[in-house]
């Protein structure tokens, strides 16, 4: 007998259950199958976490009327395809005010890092208040984290790949800078100060180049200009407010910020000619990739599981699977939810 979960957050959410409740819906798309009929392809999230689901031809959510981005009620039942969770939703509608009697908080409902925002923001207020010793970069940075600070904890890393949610580019930068000091503790001839520096404004652009969640899409001017220019950009932008700033400082800085993805083909003008650049680059993947490994465990994936940003098979690890049946006299999930 499957587990009856009302409410319940989708990183809880097991093979076999029955749910019902409330998400953010970040993909809507209409799809046929071999055989012509019609199905939709979804995309559930909430705070914690993410699953993908399909409404099948046979199911009201087909024509119900909502669409992506929006706050949903849904009912639905998660089964385990190719060792990854997922939902057939059975009914779908948009979220209505009066649904807030029965547990509907759009606060509950959008993708936020599992860390805490405060710590995470006292973490990197450290790093760059203390070990930044070149004045002119010292500077550079209070007064980026000053214009930016307030962005940078709430924005995502990414649309999809790493690190796609709230307070996601925070804890990302965070991580980094973490790494990149126990890096510059080890190899005595990276410049800790430039390596810091490329660490924080690597992502900044992101700031531009992706709207603030829930929406998490691509701007405009994103998809046109993208987050490295982006990047550029805002270093020069503080670099000239402050009088003197070292141009071969400034230089390097740029560098840091066009090769940081690696390779051209990336999306780098420029590919790393430098340690610091070199450096940056292989914290930024590794740290980016772990975080895929990370969202696919939380997800509920297990064994062997393809994951598309990393474009391979990977292990998880296998667990044993909990035992999900409901006690007799269990409520059926959202019981006095209409749909």
């Not at 046979?58 to 669409?67: H, R």
């Not at 807030?100 to 790093?127: C, V, Y």
């Not at 939380?298 to 990977?314: E, N, P």
Request: charged residues 30%; contains cysteine; aromatic residues 8%.
């Amino acid at each position: 007998m499957a587990a009856k979960r009302r409410n319940d957050p989708i990183r809880d959410w097991q093979d076999g259950d029955n749910v019902a409740g409330f998400a953010l819906l970040s993909r809507k798309e209409r799809r046929q199958d071999r055989n012509g009929r019609e199905f939709l392809d979804l995309e559930l999230k909430d705070a914690s976490g993410t699953i993908t689901g399909k409404a099948w031809s046979d199911s009201q959510a087909l024509e119900g009327d909502y669409e992506a981005h929006d706050f949903v009620a849904f009912r639905g039942t998660v089964k385990l395809y190719r060792d990854r969770l997922q939902i057939s939703v059975s009914d779908c509608r948009r979220a209505v005010e009066d649904d807030r009697e029965h547990g509907f908080d759009e606060s509950n409902l959008i993708p936020s890092t599992p860390e805490d925002i405060g710590e995470l923001w006292a973490r990197l207020k450290q790093i760059y208040g203390e070990q930044i010793k070149d004045p002119f970069l010292h500077r550079l940075a209070a007064e980026s984290l000053a214009v930016w600070g307030r962005e940078l904890k709430e924005h995502p890393a990414a649309k999809s790949i790493h690190h796609a949610y709230r307070g996601g580019l925070l804890e990302h930068v965070v991580s980094m800078a973490e790494v990149a000091a126990q890096l510059c503790d080890h190899y005595d001839e990276l410049d800790r100060d430039l390596l810091l520096l490329g660490v924080l404004f690597h992502d900044l652009g992101k700031l531009a180049e992706i709207g603030p969640m829930p929406i998490n899409e691509y701007t405009k001017s994103g998809r046109l200009v993208g987050h490295v220019v982006y990047g550029r950009d805002m270093l020069r932008e503080r670099c000239a407010a402050i009088d003197g700033f070292p141009e071969v400082a400034r230089l390097h800085l740029e560098h840091l910020i066009l090769s940081h993805q690696g390779r051209l083909e990336y999306g780098s003008p420029v590919v790393p000619l430098t340690a610091e650049a070199l450096a940056l680059h292989f914290i930024d993947n590794l740290d980016s990739k772990l975080a895929q490994l990370r969202d696919a465990v939380r997800a509920g994936g297990q064994g062997f599981q393809y994951v598309r940003g990393l474009d391979r098979f990977v292990f998880l690890g296998e667990v044993e699977n909990p035992d999900g049946e409901a006690e007799a006299g269990d409520e059926p999930a959202q019981a006095h939810l209409k749909l």
